[in-house]
Structures are given as C-alpha cells and as structure tokens.
T-cell receptor
Framework: EAGVVQSPRYKIIEKKQPVAFWCNPISGHNTLYWYLQNLGQGPELLIR????????DSQLPKDRFSAERLKGVDSTLKIQPAELGDSAVYLCASSPTSGSGELFFGEGSRLTVL | EDQVTQSPEALRLQEGESSSLNCSYTVSGLRGLFWYRQDPGKGPEFLFT???AGEEKEKERLKATLTKKESFLHITAPKPEDSATYLCAVQAGGNKLVFGAGTILRVKS
C-alpha cells in the first residue's frame, strides 16, 4: 500500500515569492492534515480536512497561507508571499477515521526562504 | 492550554544500555497519548496509543506506560537502529494532537 506522497521534497525560494506544496493521502483516508515542523520542534497543526471540508483551520495564517482539498483527495498548501520565517518542513498526514490520533505522515516538504 | 514537555532533549546510550524517555503533559480531558518515531528527513511514524492511567504497550525493545501526569517510553537493550527522535503527543477535545518537541536518541555500538 502506497504511503502519503508529498512534493516537492525540497524548495528554495526568495522572500515574497509564492510556493505551493502538494499532498496525496493514503487511498481511502478521509481525514487529511497539514502540519508545520520547525527545526528541533514537534509538528504543529495548520489545517485539518474531513473529506473536502476544512474543519479546523484556526492555526492557519490566513493572510498568506491557503489550502484546498478538491474532491476530497489530493490537497495543496500555498504560501503567498513567503517570508523568511516560513522556512520549515511542511508535513502532510492522513488517517482513516475522524478523531484518530494514529496519523500516517508523508516525508515532508522542506522550504527554505532566502 | 494543552502542553507537552519531553525530557531529556537528547540522550546518548551505549548499545545495550537501557533507559527511559519522559513525556509530561497538561491537558483537560485526555482522550489519548501517542508516541511517534521520527528518522532524519522523514515524517513521524506512529508507535503507540495509550488511553488511560496504568495502561502499557510494548513493541520489540520499546514499552510505553501512562500515568495521570506523564508517560514513559522505556527502551530495553537498545540497538543503533533505535536511534531517532521520539515524539509524544496528546489528544484532548476537538481531536487536535499537540506534540512535544521530542527527545533525540543516539545509540552507539
């Protein structure tokens, strides 16, 4: 069974440029998460989807971050414009049931903003 | 506010030297406590779920235990392949997971 797939794995951009990350969850997993992980820290939730509905986006900085999950499968996380402080690893995770704490993570997309 | 504190920040062990990692938490209405392993450049990988005080779970050389205020991850006779960052997370109301900063474990042969 294929795991959670994320792309790109690495991205280097200059500040004020836009960037987008893509996630394909495990087939059949209705719940999808985007997490942010800074160096030496644990993951922090940005947004949670149940199918195509964003049910928790309270931690998403909506002035520059946006996300979508069309058709309740793949998801895209966008940052526009990027700031130096956005340099981090962006992790996508999925789970088969709502409310489960057993998440399946992708390998992450490492963003460096210069 | 839900909080998770892990200690130590880093731990170096010799192969075969058993030890424990600590996860202390403050949460209103614990629904579950979770342990994850994270290798460099990878996403976290689920290890255990604990739901109530007194519960224990085991997997190979790892055993997780839970009290009302903390959880321990005991590592018995570790091997170099056990080297990783171990993350603890708690889940309260709203299904949100709150992660600790992790403990970096290095096991030398």
């Amino acid at each position: 069974e294929a795991g959670v797939v994320q792309s790109p794995r690495y991205k280097i951009i200059e500040k004020k440029q836009p960037v987008a990350f893509w996630c394909n969850p495990i087939s059949g997993h209705n719940t999808l998460y985007w997490y942010l992980q800074n160096l030496g820290q644990g993951p922090e939730l940005l947004i949670r989807y149940e199918n195509e509905e964003a049910v928790d986006d309270s931690q998403l900085p909506k002035d520059r971050f946006s996300a979508e999950r069309l058709k309740g499968v793949d998801s895209t996380l966008k940052i526009q414009p990027a700031e130096l402080g956005d340099s981090a690893v962006y992790l996508c995770a999925s789970s088969p049931t709502s409310g489960s704490g057993e998440l399946f993570f992708g390998e992450g997309s490492r963003l460096t903003v210069l | 506010e839900d909080q998770v504190t892990q200690s130590p920040e880093a731990l170096r062990l010799q192969e075969g030297e058993s030890s424990s990692l600590n996860c202390s938490y403050t949460v209103s209405g614990l629904r579950g406590l979770f342990w994850y392993r994270q290798d460099p450049g990878k996403g976290p990988e689920f290890l255990f779920t604990l739901y109530s005080a007194g519960e224990e779970k085991e997997k190979e050389r790892l055993k997780a235990t839970l009290t009302k205020k903390e959880s321990f991850l005991h590592i018995t006779a570790p091997k170099p392949e056990d080297s990783a960052t171990y993350l603890c997370a708690v889940q309260a109301g709203g299904n949100k997971l709150v992660f600790g900063a992790g403990t970096i474990l290095r096991v030398k042969s």
